[in-house]
Structure formats: structure tokens, C-alpha cells
T-cell receptor, first 113, second 114 residues
Framework: AQSVTQPDIHITVSEGASLELRCNYS??????LFWYVQSPGQGLQLLLK??????LVQGIKGFEAEFKRSQSSFNLRKPSVHWSDAAEYFC???????????FGTGTRLKVLA | SQTIHQWPATLVQPVGSPLSLECTVE??????LYWYRQAAGRGLQLLFY??????ISSEVPQNLSASRPQDRQFILSSKKLLLSDSGFYLC?????????????FGPGTRLLVL
């Protein structure tokens, strides 16, 4: 079965430090890949998406992600974290024509002042 | 631009009572619509999705049901709520007809069953 793994349940970083959140997906046809962010009590906001082409994609709020087919990964990065980045982050995978999306269990980010 | 609405925002219901959550999308036609549940500290569980009026696919057998009476309206219902139905319910949509479907989410409804 197709699956998405976010191995880190919680991550704590200091403000201004770099960040990398990991996401791995199980083998399948070329996937659509997404990162979402969720603040407490809110819906999910799309940060960025990958469909094809350049494997390094830029998103909102200074985030970027890199698709590595050989590693089945789509890790999210930010060079300098701000306190407002504290939230939960979800990786998701979709496949063309299936109309279904698989989500990871999320990574909760805490930012220390 | 497209907008997705959910109501109510928060709901407290006794066990055994009925439930009706509503989701509507504006600014698009013939969207695919989705209901997810997010339990405390857990990821998103797909409950139902719909590719058109009256077309509902159920992903998880349970005491919930969904209906799509209009193109841009998606309703989640229950005849008798259980304690385990508590959670954060999210509606989402994608446009159809193209190859690059991106899922967008509503603000969510927090349900507490007591």
C-alpha cells in the first residue's frame, strides 16, 4: 500500500537556525508531492507542491523542498526559522487520476527564542 | 478566487445525538470534495470523497455518512454520535479536468462529543 512517512514527530530548533523536515513515500508512479502547515485550531495551508520538472521547489514563507526520486524523499527546508514558523507540518502524496491523497502523521515544530 | 467554508466552527454534542457538518466551495465548479478527520495528536484520516453530485466514496466504515446534494456542497452526518467521533473535521477540494490537482482545505470544525 502507498504510504507517507514523517519520521520526526517533534522537532525543536532555535530561532534563526536552519530547519529540515523529512518526508519519505512508498514506491509508486511519479507522485504529486505537497507540504502543508497547520497552526493550532486552523485548517491546512499549502506551503509548496511538486508535480514535475525542477526538483527543487520554492514555496511561501521562505520554505523550499527537494524531490529526490532515488531516495523517495521530499524534505522541507528553511535556512532561518522564525518564531512564527512554530506549527505542525504535513507531507502529502497524490497520484494523477486517483483523486486520493495520502498524508503523513505530521511533524510538530517548536521554535525556541 | 476560490473559497471554502465550513460550519459550524465548533460544536459540542452529547453522545447519541445527530450530527450535520456542512462544507461549501465558492468560485469553482465540479470540484472533487473530501472529508477528513484529525484526532488529537494524529494525522489526517480520509473519511469520504466525492467526484460529483450524489457520488460518495467511503474510506473508513463507521457511523458517519456523507452526502453531496449540490455541486459545491458536501455534508457530513451521523444519526448517533459516539465519543470516538470527537476530533477536528476538515473539508477539502480539488479542481478536476487537469493533471495538476492540488488539494485545498477549509478552516475545519472542532467536534467534542460528551
Amino acid at each position: 500500500a502507498q504510504s507517507v512517512t514523517q519520521p520526526d514527530i517533534h522537532i525543536t530548533v532555535s530561532e534563526g537556525a536552519s530547519l529540515e523536515l523529512r518526508c519519505n513515500y512508498s514506491y509508486g508512479a511519479t507522485p504529486y508531492l505537497f507540504w502543508y502547515v497547520q497552526s493550532p485550531g486552523q485548517g491546512l495551508q499549502l506551503l509548496l507542491k511538486y508535480f514535475s520538472g525542477d526538483t527543487l521547489v520554492q514555496g511561501i514563507k521562505g520554505f523550499e523542498a527537494e524531490f529526490k526520486r532515488s531516495q523517495s524523499s521530499f524534505n522541507l527546508r528553511k535556512p532561518s526559522v522564525h518564531w512564527s514558523d512554530a506549527a505542525e507540518y504535513f507531507c502529502a502524496v497524490g497520484y494523477s487520476g486517483t483523486y486520493k491523497y495520502i498524508f503523513g502523521t505530521g511533524t510538530r515544530l517548536k521554535v525556541l527564542a | 478566487s476560490q473559497t471554502i467554508h465550513q460550519w459550524p466552527a465548533t460544536l459540542v454534542q452529547p453522545v447519541g445525538s445527530p450530527l450535520s457538518l456542512e462544507c461549501t466551495v465558492e468560485g469553482t465548479s465540479n470540484p472533487n470534495l473530501y472529508w477528513y478527520r484529525q484526532a488529537a495528536g494524529r494525522g489526517l484520516q480520509l473519511l469520504f470523497y466525492s467526484v460529483g453530485i450524489g457520488q460518495i466514496s467511503s474510506e473508513v466504515p463507521q457511523n458517519l455518512s456523507a452526502s453531496r446534494p449540490q455541486d459545491r456542497q458536501f455534508i457530513l452526518s451521523s444519526k448517533k454520535l459516539l465519543l470516538s467521533d470527537s476530533g477536528f473535521y476538515l473539508c477539502a477540494w480539488i479542481t478536476t479536468g487537469g493533471r495538476r490537482e492540488t488539494q485545498y482545505f477549509g478552516p475545519g470544525t472542532r467536534l467534542l462529543v460528551l
